[in-house]
């Protein structure tokens, strides 16, 4: 009996928790060095493929760039990547949770934070590791690298002595200095307390504060809440030595000392007693759950040591239900994460050639990360953490690292702060522009969609949503709701979209804010089923089926209701198979010369725009029917603000083979030439040559369009379709689409893969009537 129960013994977990360890220790190790060893790589900017290439790029014409830089110092942020170039320097003597490993064991862990920055704010970086222990000799060396950077990120250094290297250095450079450890911890943990006091109804001035650890990062923090309101004697600091008090003479530093309180020695356990908030930095288990009784109610507990906080949230619940707890690691609500602040706050100071970081710009990140958290979750941020509840509140203090709003949000505030304090050399004129940039580096589709969302602000449509249960169409509808002036309308049930909705963490409710249909008891039943039935009666639908497709059938619901007026247009096809969807799309709206020709895809790709066309309607287009697509494409490529240039594709280049599709491109080619439209088209031709004009010149000299063709027309959909999944898996385009021509903006039907941001993207397309764009 005992040996059949072998595997429940400790030793069988021990043993377990051992493999465990062993197999992440080895994907770590892996992750570092394959496909190559680091985590870094650099890039050449600029093309390098022949002799003039090479002499622009350095002998005869880097000259130029030189004389210009030593005539003005600021044309270096126009010529070169230094106002796009960030140090981060360490001499790792303070690698969190590893202790002094030393600068070469470090060199993974500035690595990464490199890669942070890129990730995150698009800064370029480089990681320096130092072999001086000598604080006064190491910001000599950090201040010799100012002609190189825009900007010096300080990392992993003991305290005191990173005190000492960020005063020279901040003293002696003129441009941004900043400690992360001290300044990117203290941005992160003053968002969080901004937020818990204000879950718990508590204000700055009115808290007593008690931390442990007197290091870099605790005394910035210390330091940041005395900014944001904290009265210094309410603020209670203890080491490992216990309080700090006036006259002690064990474990002190100036920084410490200036927390000093009372004049004789105290335990944690005997200042903890009635405090508001906890702030530990220090290291694992220091508070034992009878202290967190004796705070003061609803206690703010925030444990920060890693990879072991200081006492783990579960022990606090068990005392105090109903405490707000942060803590540093991923594995429970409230990380407080350094990458909250630090690459956006570089992006700030960057972008207006800051000359430091200063106290305004720092509270102004506090303010923009903690609004963001107050704000509705982002779609993307949901879908990268999924499964967890993002609803502001106790367990929900900060945005996580991946919510892709930080760039705009937290960079502009910052950028704003330098200007009004005087400390940017490059203002910049246009903020609202200038968040605009931001968010389209982050949001890919941001600036091609700004034509189409610009002139869907002009009138306001009414789209419906036939899966209106799905929670993308629930963030959809409510990002519809804060940027547009369309209105949605959601069919499905209204208590399982209160449901979702509320789960989700979005303050949008049927009928409060958007129409809803209850396919199930709606006072229009009998009109549309009796809609549905005139439209059908002579194609087989009886009153019983009408019926029934009324009550089991959202896009038909959908169709009805624009056929009707009562919606502008369709979207439809979050789930399921396209052509199903388009049946009835086809049954209900497929009248007065409206008909499908044809289902367009924008492809946003690195090197700019690529649409592909028919992906999903026609399987083999005859002549006519391609020549219908190139001309419902051109009306929507214009529509993006671009000037259509149209390849048709096929095996056949320019008539060297006699197959169908060659045969059909070329009937609609003479089609095309017959009707004079006002766009560019060649063909029939290869992929490489509509996207190679070198190549198109040697094969056929004297084409209709320079340069890479944006709209590729295929001579059936199995090729339309694979090009666009390549593209989409493979190339990591991002499609916006599919967009159904031919249907005068009725009705769209979009795939099962799309993103809430494509969907808010297909509501902009479908709130802009045919009108505006021809």
Not at 11 to 23: N, S, V, W, Y
Not at 56 to 80: F, H, N, Q
Not at 651 to 661: E, V
Request: a negative charge.
């Amino acid at each position: 009996m005992d040996d059949m129960n072998e595997d429940a013994t400790p030793q069988a977990g021990a043993r377990l928790d051992e493999a465990r360890h062993d197999k992440a220790r080895l994907d770590a190790l892996r992750y570092h060095e394959e496909p190559k060893p680091g985590k870094l790589e650099i890039r050449a900017t600029k093309p390098l493929a022949n002799g003039r290439d090479l002499s622009l790029a350095y002998s005869p014409g880097v000259a130029e760039a030189c004389l210009e830089i030593k005539a003005d110092p600021a044309t270096a942020a126009r010529y070169t990547s230094r106002g796009n170039l960030v140090a981060v320097v360490s001499n790792g003597t303070a690698v969190l949770g590893l202790g002094n490993i030393g600068p070469l064991a470090a060199k993974p862990v500035m690595e990464g934070k490199a890669v942070l920055f890129k990730k995150f704010a698009n800064i370029d970086c480089f990681d320096i590791e130092l072999n001086e222990m000598d604080p006064v000799k190491l910001a000599d060396i950090v201040c010799a690298m100012e002609p190189s950077f825009g900007a010096i990120n300080l990392e992993d250094i003991k305290a005191p002595d990173c005190f000492i290297v960020e005063k020279l250095c901040r003293e002696r450079m003129n441009i941004p200095v900043f400690h992360d450890d001290q300044h990117g911890t203290a941005i992160v943990v003053g968002a969080a307390a901004t937020n818990a006091l204000h879950v718990s109804g508590k204000r700055f001035e009115d808290i007593k504060v008690v931390s442990t650890g007197g290091g870099a990062a605790g005394i910035a923090c210390l330091n940041m809440l005395l900014k944001l309101g904290v009265r210094r004697e309410n603020v209670w600091l203890c080491d490992l030595a216990g309080l700090v008090y006036r006259g002690r003479e064990a474990e002190m530093t100036p920084q410490k000392a200036e927390y000093a309180q009372g004049d004789m020695p105290r335990t944690l356990a005997e200042v903890i007693v009635g405090a508001d908030l906890f702030l530990g930095l220090s290291g694992p288990g220091v508070v034992t759950p009878a202290m967190v009784a004796s705070m003061a109610p609803r206690p703010i507990v925030f444990a920060l040591a890693n990879p072991t906080p200081e006492i783990l949230p579960d022990l606090v619940r068990s005392v105090a239900p109903d405490a707000i707890i942060a803590t540093g690691r991923s594995d429970y609500p409230n990380q407080v994460n350094n990458v909250l602040c630090f690459p956006f706050i570089f992006r700030g100071a960057l972008d207006v050639g800051a000359t430091q970081i200063n106290d305004a710009m720092q509270i102004a990140c506090i303010e923009g990360i903690a609004a963001l958290a107050r704000a509705t979750t982002s779609a993307e941020a949901a879908a990268a953490y999924s499964g967890e509840k993002m609803t502001f509140g106790a367990d929900y203090l900060i945005p996580k690292p991946f919510d892709p709003r930080l760039m705009g949000v937290v960079a502009k505030a910052v950028a704003r702060a330098a200007m009004e304090t005087g400390v940017a050399t490059r203002p910049i004129e246009d903020l609202a522009a200038y968040k605009h940039r931001l968010d389209s580096s982050v949001f890919r589709s941001a600036m091609l969609m700004r034509p189409v969302f610009e002139a869907a602000a002009t009138v306001t449509r009414r789209i419906v949503f036939a899966e209106g249960e799905d929670e993308r169409v629930l963030r959809a509808a409510n990002a519809m709701l804060e940027e547009t002036t369309d209105k949605p309308i959601l069919i499905g049930r209204p208590e399982v979209i209160a449901m979702r909705a509320e789960r989700a963490g979005l303050p949008i409710r049927p009928e409060r804010d958007f129409e809803i249909v209850n396919p199930e008891s709606d006072s229009r039943y009998r009109d549309y089923w009796e809609t549905y039935h005139g439209l059908m009666a002579r194609r087989g639908v009886s009153p019983d089926i009408a019926r029934a497709v009324m009550r089991t059938n959202t896009t038909a619901i959908g169709a009805v209701m624009v056929h009707r007026g009562e919606a502008d247009s369709l979207i439809c096809g979050t789930f399921g198979q396209y052509l199903w969807h388009l049946n009835y799309v086809q049954q209900v709206l497929a009248r007065d010369g409206l008909h499908p020709i044809g289902a367009l895809s924008l492809m946003i790709l690195e090197d700019g725009p690529l649409f592909i066309a028919d992906t999903h309607v026609h399987p083999e287009p005859t002549p006519e029917q391609i020549m219908d697509c190139a001309k419902g494409a051109a009306r929507h490529v214009k529509r993006f603000g671009l000037a259509p240039k149209i390849a048709l594709c096929s095996h056949s280049q320019f008539g060297n083979l006699d197959n169908s599709s060659g045969r059909r491109m070329r009937e609609a080619l003479d089609l095309l030439d017959a009707q004079e439209v006002d766009f560019a088209y060649e063909g029939e031709m290869h992929v490489d040559a509509a996207l190679d004009q070198g190549l198109r010149d040697r094969i056929f000299p004297g084409g209709r369009f320079d340069g890479q063709a944006n709209v590729l027309i295929f001579g059936n959909s199995d090729a339309a379709s694979g090009v666009r999944n390549i593209l989409k898996m493979k190339a990591g385009g991002l499609e916006v689409g599919p967009i159904l021509m031919g249907m005068g903006n009725r009705a769209h039907v979009v795939t099962p893969s799309i993103t809430t941001r494509g969907l808010l993207n297909m509501s902009a397309l479908a709130g802009t009537p045919v009108a505006h764009y021809g």
